[in-house]
């Protein structure tokens, strides 16, 4: 093979990277699992991806606007934690949208840092990560707090049609929700103008910093519906729920082919990285491998995509060198750069 | 290399980069004086010292991250626990000093890992290390089978937890250490590519920096570095569990950013960096002695990071650099 095919063919590859992913899975499951391939499996899948999905869901447009929400985590834990522990004071759907309000507000804080500090999304939100895990911990003494009424959150697991739990449905239209507004709505289109050329699209009247702060409210949104549904289906807020999901969540993104680099990426894309994700760790499951393994799979997996990533999109070493440094290691802060011009 | 160009600003922000560090050490030896009788005597800040040296040598790594534009390395707990957990498991197999030296490349090879995927394949370094101390992490968890490793006693687990001259150990090791990192930095040729590429990359390439090498190196080294504070709180403890290491790279990143060095590359210096140890090892120590809970350690240091870092973009933005 020449050069040429074999950049094509590394092409095609991480364009149809999803279809790749989710074929290979199925396809895992079905020679090392009896009976993978059925409408039960689907449904526990994207049942138990559900939560890990609302992150990756949240971080979406994040990512399309060329910024990185690392807190995503931690805001799922003080939700979880929240709602938990306001369900004796003020009743059970009060303290779920309470536990919805503090994921929006951990959000405004990082929507707060990075547009009017002006601090790289990268530094801001690894900072509240760290601020948010501790005051999850402080708040409850390292301990889980148990819910008061276990059974008001219990039917969320419960099955709902053939391939749906109503968190999971929840889940589906939150999706469907987002890619109608991504897809066909002028805001959503100027969200990829925004992380595609930031300059470019202030330039062109757009107002750079709304689109950036209204994308990490969404994060926390989603992250904060993810701690709620899992603090009540679970009847447990956990001040470390949320510890170990950032690297599946960004894996789950990045699976559906949404770029680091901004300017790319889709809510069913997401939607199919979430599912294909949830299907890989169904099969190591089922095979009896431990949960860290599982971690190692997956953390290699985000390696080998986002190295791809790099490779193809600037085309080896030689183009990338050019433009220096920013692109790759510092994802440049567009709220900076919109001063600037 | 940092400030050629005294513009007032420059010069006042100098300054205090310069000054904060001595002045918060002193501002906080004084409160602690305060709070508790026993804070200002030899034996506790020796005490105080000592518990955040190892941490310190991940720290003095992380400084050639961040001068260089790396930003900063997560992946610091996995090759910490690496260390540590190899350290101690494979003492049996070939005895106590081959074992650390074992745990010490283990956690090097992380690092250069890291170093390849950061420098040479462009990578953003968060990401990446996000990514590298994941699966480390689920090696190290392997490895153990999710428990804990109990050493063996051995004369170099007592020399390291031992003192030497009334000083500890672990002190003469982050010392030394720094001794060396300092120079490093500031008067060698590796050190001159470090600042140029943190400080523009692009004029630095055309200025036939090896760019790549100088990146490659900063995070191999914090990873080696990292080794080191496993292995060497692994054969004090005489036992190490997976999670050993967790929190050691926000510890790091902020002694780091007190020190005064900016996360964005170009300035910043070792020294800097063993003062903002000093003065988190004073934070931490007063925390404990204030009886608030250590949960709220990160809750501070991660308050302090995000101030330090919004003060040096306002600075920077000031000065006409992004």
């Given at each position: 093979m020449t050069r040429a095919t074999v950049v094509a063919v590394g092409r095609l590859a991480v364009d149809y990277r999803l279809m790749i992913v989710l074929v290979?899975?199925?396809?895992?499951?079905?020679?090392?699992?009896?009976?993978?391939?059925?409408?039960?499996?689907?449904?526990?899948?994207l049942n138990r991806a559900t939560?890990?999905?609302l992150l990756a869901l949240g971080l979406t447009p994040v990512l399309i606007a060329r910024q990185i929400d690392?807190?995503?985590?931690?805001?799922?834990?003080?939700?979880?934690?929240?709602?938990?522990?306001?369900?004796?004071?003020?009743?059970?759907?009060p303290a779920a949208l309470?536990?919805?309000?503090?994921?929006?507000?951990?959000?405004?804080?990082?929507?707060?840092?990075?547009?009017?500090?002006?601090?790289?999304?990268?530094?801001?939100?690894?900072?509240?990560?760290?601020?948010?895990?501790?005051?999850?911990?402080?708040?409850?003494?390292?301990?889980?707090?148990?819910s008061p009424d276990p059974r008001f959150g219990l039917g969320l697991t419960s099955e709902l049609f053939v391939i749906f739990s109503p968190r999971s449905l929840l889940f589906v239209l939150a999706v469907v929700a987002m890619f109608?507004?991504?897809?066909?709505?002028?805001?959503?289109?100027?969200?990829?103008?925004?992380?595609?050329?930031?300059?470019?699209?202030?330039?062109?009247?757009?107002?750079?910093?709304a689109y950036i702060a209204s994308t990490f409210l969404i994060s926390g949104l989603c992250s904060g519906a993810a701690g709620v549904i899992q603090a009540l289906s679970t009847a447990t807020g956990s001040p470390v729920a949320g510890a170990a999901m950032l690297i599946p969540a960004i894996t789950a993104v990045v699976i559906g082919g949404t770029r680091l680099e901004g300017g790319r990426g889709s809510a069913l894309a997401t939607l199919g990285g979430v599912v294909a994700l949830g299907a890989l760790t169904a099969v190591l499951e089922f095979n009896g491998v431990p949960s860290y393994t599982q971690a190692i799979y997956t953390g290699l997996l985000l390696i080998l995509l986002i190295t791809l990533d790099r490779l193809v999109d600037g085309g080896g070493r030689k183009a990338v060198r050019t433009h220096g440094k920013t692109r790759a290691e510092v994802i440049p802060n567009p709220a900076v750069t919109r001063r600037k011009s | 290399m940092t400030q050629t160009i005294a513009s007032p600003r420059a010069r006042l922000r100098e300054i205090v980069a310069r000054l904060s560090v001595p002045g918060a050490i002193v501002v906080l030896l004084?409160?602690?004086?305060?709070?508790?009788?026993?804070?200002?005597?030899?034996?506790?800040?020796?005490?105080?010292?000592?518990?955040?040296?190892?941490?310190?040598?991940?720290?003095?790594?992380?400084?050639?991250?961040?001068?260089?534009?790396?930003?900063?390395?997560?992946?610091?707990?996995?090759?910490?626990?690496?260390?540590?957990?190899?350290?101690?498991?494979?003492?049996?197999?070939?005895?106590?000093?081959?074992?650390?030296?074992?745990?010490?490349?283990?956690?090097?090879?992380?690092?250069?890992?890291?170093?390849?995927?950061?420098?040479?394949?462009?990578?953003?370094?968060?990401?990446?290390?996000?990514?590298?101390?994941?699966?480390l992490l689920g090696l190290s968890q392997l490895l153990v089978g999710g428990g804990i490793v109990y050493g063996e006693p051995s004369a170099i687990a007592d020399a390291v937890s031992g003192s030497i001259l009334g000083i500890p150990v672990f002190v003469w090791i982050f010392a030394l250490t720094a001794a060396i990192m300092a120079p490093l930095l500031a008067r060698t040729s590796f050190g001159r590519w470090t600042y140029a590429v943190g400080g523009n990359s692009v004029a630095a390439e055309a200025s036939a920096v090896p760019v790549r090498f100088t990146k490659a190196a900063a995070f191999a080294m914090t990873g080696s570095l990292s080794g080191l504070c496993g292995v060497l709180i692994g054969l004090s403890?005489?036992?190490?569990?997976?999670?050993?290491?967790?929190?050691?790279?926000?510890?790091?990143?902020?002694?780091?950013?007190?020190?005064?060095?900016?996360?964005?590359?170009?300035?910043?210096?070792?020294?800097?960096?063993?003062?903002?140890?000093?003065?988190?090892?004073?934070?931490?120590?007063?925390?404990?002695?204030?009886?608030?809970?250590?949960?709220?350690?990160?809750?501070?240091?991660?308050?302090?990071?995000?101030?330090?870092?919004?003060?040096?973009v306002y600075f920077r933005r000031k000065e006409g650099r992004t």
């Open positions: 290979a899975v199925s396809i895992l499951g079905a020679v090392s699992v009896n009976d993978f391939v059925a409408f039960d499996t689907f449904q526990s899948v939560i890990v999905g690392l807190s995503v985590g931690s805001t799922l834990s003080m939700a979880g934690i929240s709602t938990v522990m306001l369900q004796p004071m003020v009743g059970n759907v309470l536990g919805l309000l503090v994921g929006v507000l951990i959000g405004a804080v990082n929507a707060a840092i990075v547009v009017w500090l002006r601090v790289s999304s990268l530094v801001t939100t690894l900072a509240t990560l760290l601020i948010f895990a501790s005051l999850a911990l402080l708040l409850t003494g390292s301990r889980p707090v148990s109608v507004w991504l897809r066909y709505t002028p805001s959503g289109r100027r969200l990829y103008a925004v992380g595609s050329n930031p300059p470019a699209a202030a330039s062109a009247g757009v107002n750079t910093n | 004084i409160i602690g004086s305060f709070v508790s009788p026993s804070f200002l005597s030899v034996g506790n800040l020796l005490n105080v010292l000592n518990a955040n040296a190892a941490v310190g040598l991940v720290a003095l790594g992380m400084t050639f991250v961040a001068v260089s534009g790396g930003l900063a390395d997560l992946s610091v707990p996995a090759n910490v626990a690496m260390g540590a957990l190899i350290t101690l498991g494979a003492q049996e197999a070939v005895g106590p000093i081959p074992a650390a030296l074992l745990g010490f490349l283990v956690a090097s090879l992380g690092g250069i890992i890291n170093g390849l995927l950061i420098g040479y394949m462009r990578i953003n370094p968060i990401i990446a290390t996000l990514g590298t101390g994941f699966v403890n005489g036992q190490a569990r997976p999670i050993i290491g967790t929190g050691y790279e926000f510890v790091a990143i902020t002694a780091v950013v007190i020190g005064g060095t900016s996360l964005f590359g170009g300035n910043g210096s070792v020294l800097r960096t063993v003062g903002g140890v000093i003065a988190i090892a004073l934070i931490s120590n007063l925390i404990v002695l204030t009886g608030l809970p250590t949960q709220s350690t990160g809750l501070i240091t991660g308050v302090i990071v995000i101030t330090a870092v919004a003060v040096d």
